[in-house]
């Protein structure tokens, strides 16, 4: 019998994305607060899965595979899907991801382009593209230029350089289809889930209608534990995502903290609470899934 005590959190992200620890430092932060079972969960990134996986099993931290796409359903852009358990291994999964990656890294060099423009417009010194990457030990997104900012002086800290010049001089990002979303996890033996609800534009009624729309085509769970819902509106989540049948997880989305002290997106890792017990039906879908793409063969 699983113990009552154990806990998961399946939305960490880690530097292989826009996260601020290593993949191997975010399982010896699950190791230090006794999380039972993560789920490395990078955007458009799998290249943290296998060092988290051999770091989980040396330090006893059952290590899922995880990635978080950013999709677009009709009109409403940048929902956030998270894929569980997929081979992260897949040749269809991994081009279409390098393929996603090559665009960001683009829009990346483009904004800084577009911050130092502005910064050249008010006498300021320009941040160094070079250094944007150090700080982010690799692939880098906004919250790592943000971090260049505030290290030259520009800023005093993360809210200011989204304010003053992230926001500004921003350059639109790219998206998966929801329905191409879900059938390329599915297509790699993984499970599609929707990542924190509340922060869906257009609150319940887009959930509500998301779900009509998408369990059809296959959507598997809801993320109904996440840092962005109270008490009583994690409740509504989950009765409303029970009532449809579908797998409940839940993560902090935690991406670290900042060597300044600033806190990133996500709350802290563990700090949910997640019942094991979720993913442990979480592993039994899977194994469903893998049973019939198997019967499928």
Request: hydrophobic share 40%; aromatic share 6%.
């Amino acid at each position: 019998m699983t113990r009552p005590d154990k806990t998961i959190d399946l939305h960490l992200h880690s530097t292989c994305s826009d996260g601020l620890l290593a993949p191997r430092q975010v399982v010896e932060l699950a190791a230090r607060r006794g999380v039972a079972a993560i789920a490395l969960a990078d955007h458009d990134n799998v290249d943290g899965v296998d060092v988290a996986m051999a770091a989980g099993a040396e330090l006893g931290v059952e290590v899922i595979a995880g990635v978080e796409l950013s999709v677009i359903w009709g009109e409403v852009q940048d929902v956030h899907l998270l894929g569980y358990g997929f081979d992260h291994h897949h040749s269809e999964l991994t081009a279409s991801l390098a393929e996603f990656r090559a665009f960001r890294a683009g829009r990346n060099e483009r904004i800084v382009e577009r911050v130092n423009e502005k910064l050249a417009a008010q006498g300021r010194t320009p941040i160094r593209f070079e250094r944007v990457r150090q700080l982010a030990g690799g692939t880098f997104g906004r919250p790592h230029i943000a971090r260049a900012l505030i290290e030259a002086g520009h800023v005093v800290d993360m809210e200011q350089a989204f304010r003053d010049y992230l926001v500004p001089c921003n350059v639109p990002k790219r998206f998966f289809p929801a329905e191409e979303a879900i059938a390329l996890i599915h297509a790699a033996a993984g499970v599609a889930v929707l990542a924190h609800p509340p922060y869906l534009p257009g609150g319940r009624d887009t959930f509500l209608r998301l779900l009509d729309d998408l369990v059809p085509r296959g959507l598997d769970g809801v993320e109904v534990y996440n840092g962005g819902a109270g008490v009583e509106e994690t409740f509504w989540y989950l009765t409303e995502t029970r009532r449809r049948g579908l797998l409940v997880t839940g993560g902090s989305d935690d991406h670290g903290r900042g060597e300044e002290g600033e806190e990133s997106p996500g709350c802290s890792l563990g700090s949910l609470n997640v019942p094991y017990a979720l993913y442990e039906e979480l592993l039994q879908a899977l194994a469903r899934r893998r049973g019939g793409a198997c019967g499928q063969g």
